[in-house]
């Protein structure tokens, strides 16, 4: 009896012994890959040392704070009702305006169009600050810190309603026939979508896929020249930079507190402290992954992104940018081709006073596996994406990648008309 109780004693020891051990074994190895993807992360945000917010973005940030525009992003209370009802009004613009595939313009809603009136003077002086590209801060050491929550972020509600309100701007005066307020409108706010790209911050980038959009959409519509950009490849940058930080803060929270960052998965974390390394070590290895995922992206892959070329447990980190992102970046940057490809068609026909039988870019160079069909019609042209794109039609809101003119829509052709009055003399 004895023996067998010093045996099942001996076996135990020698159990706990192997598990002691075991879990040495693997808190030195997660501390080692742990220091080691920390060396790497802080070594990546150190090539964004921190930047403050120009002198003309803090001249931007204090006109809208005179406007009331600087609230746009804090409680409803604090919004005045007659802004929301025209925060309201421009969104169902813009979601109508994205849909149209041929012309007219709709015209403004009533009170978009009084906003603006009222506004006239404090827009005007925005447009000024905005003939070039502001900046504004981002502190990527400061947003690793689990303490802080904003990282000196700038108000990015109160930048998107100024968006929307310059492109509202540009749309008033391109219907009343002012040229010159239509383009400096227009201008501004495509250097505010650019502004917003050139910040590190992921959020921004995000945003932009909205604000691009837009900006395509009123070029497209009211005959502007939108100089194609890439923003796949900052959103890319961004997305990697951002995986970066957040894996510091998130290591930096367990450090400062483990219960406290442990406690974010439920009850079940008491069950989990024993194995908090492996918690950690399992991170590591996300993050790894995504990091990973990131640099062999490019932007013309990114047209073959789904679910299954993810990584692995992809969607599950909340670092992770959602795929919808990717997509909706795609379909802008074809938007954006598709605008190209209409003032291809619309010079030479000014220049010619008829349409193009062919264009000269027929395959796309966001997709490469897409094509673009182009018929031209004894009223005018239709330009179509030809491509197989599952997604496309799951975007929300749809983006539809057609458009149609007619030669009515163009009017009479200055140059066409002076070749012919040329002519004319000529003859005589």
């Known amino acids: 009896m004895n023996r067998t109780v010093k045996l099942l004693v001996n076996s135990g020891l020698i159990a706990i012994a192997t598990l002691l051990v075991g879990m040495t074994i693997a808190k030195l190895f997660s501390a080692s890959q742990v220091a080691q993807q920390m060396s790497i992360s802080e070594c990546y945000l150190a090539q964004y040392p921190p930047q403050v917010t120009s002198s003309q973005g803090k001249q931007i940030d204090q006109?809208?704070?005179?406007?009331?525009?600087?609230t746009i992003e804090r409680s409803t209370n604090a919004v005045s009702p007659r802004q929301e009802?025209?925060?309201?009004?421009?969104?169902?613009?813009?979601?109508?305006l994205h849909t149209l595939e041929s012309g007219p313009l709709p015209p403004l809603p009533v009170m978009v169009t009084e906003?603006?009136?009222?506004?006239?003077?404090?827009?005007?002086?925005?447009?000024?600050l905005l003939q070039t590209q502001p900046?504004?801060?981002?502190?990527?050491i400061a947003i690793v810190n689990p303490d802080n929550d904003s990282g000196n972020s700038p108000n990015y509600g109160s930048i998107m309603a100024l968006h929307r309100h310059l492109?509202?701007?540009?749309?008033?005066?391109?219907?009343?026939?002012?040229?010159?307020?239509?383009?400096?409108?227009?201008?501004?706010?495509?250097?505010?979508?650019?502004?917003?790209?050139?910040?590190?911050?992921?959020?921004?980038?995000?945003?932009?896929?909205?604000?691009?959009?837009d900006d395509i959409a009123v070029a497209r519509h009211t005959s502007l020249v939108l100089t194609p950009t890439d923003y796949g490849q900052p959103l890319i940058t961004a997305a990697a930079l951002d995986t970066h930080i957040w894996y510091i803060r998130s290591i930096n929270a367990f450090r400062k507190q483990p219960l406290g960052a442990l406690s974010g998965i439920g009850y079940q974390y008491i069950?989990?402290?024993?194995?908090?390394?492996?918690l950690l070590l399992t991170q590591t290895n996300e993050q790894k992954l995504h990091n990973s995922f990131y640099q062999q992206l490019t932007?013309?892959?990114?047209?073959?992104?789904?679910?299954?070329?993810?990584?692995?447990s992809y969607a599950l980190t909340p670092y992770a940018v959602p795929l919808r992102v990717f997509h909706h970046h795609v379909a802008n940057a074809l938007s954006m081709e598709l605008n190209t490809l209409i003032t291809e068609a619309q010079q030479t026909y000014r220049e010619t006073g008829s349409w193009p039988t062919v264009l000269a870019s027929k395959d796309s160079r966001v997709c490469s596996s897409a094509t673009w069909h182009y018929r031209v019609a004894p009223d005018g042209i239709s330009i179509t994406f030809d491509g197989a794109l599952p997604w496309l039609d799951q975007q929300d809101p749809p983006m539809p990648l057609s458009y149609t003119i007619t030669s009515k829509e163009m009017g009479s052709s200055p140059d066409k008309l002076t070749q012919k009055k040329e002519t004319a003399l000529r003859k005589k």
């Open 115 to 128: 906003y603006l009136v009222r506004q006239e003077n404090d827009l005007k002086q925005l447009q000024a």
């Open 299 to 312: 932007s013309a892959s990114l047209c073959t992104v789904d679910g299954d070329t993810l990584p692995q």
């Open 85 to 96: 009802e025209v925060a309201t009004a421009l969104t169902d613009y813009f979601n109508t």
């Open 271 to 278: 069950l989990a402290l024993p194995f908090t390394d492996l």
């Open 167 to 213: 492109l509202a701007q540009s749309i008033l005066a391109y219907q009343t026939g002012d040229k010159s307020g239509q383009a400096a409108a227009f201008n501004a706010a495509v250097n505010l979508t650019r502004s917003m790209a050139a910040n590190p911050n992921l959020t921004a980038h995000i945003l932009v896929t909205v604000s691009a959009r």
């Open 135 to 140: 900046s504004w801060a981002f502190d990527a």
């Open 63 to 70: 006109r809208l704070e005179a406007m009331g525009l600087s």
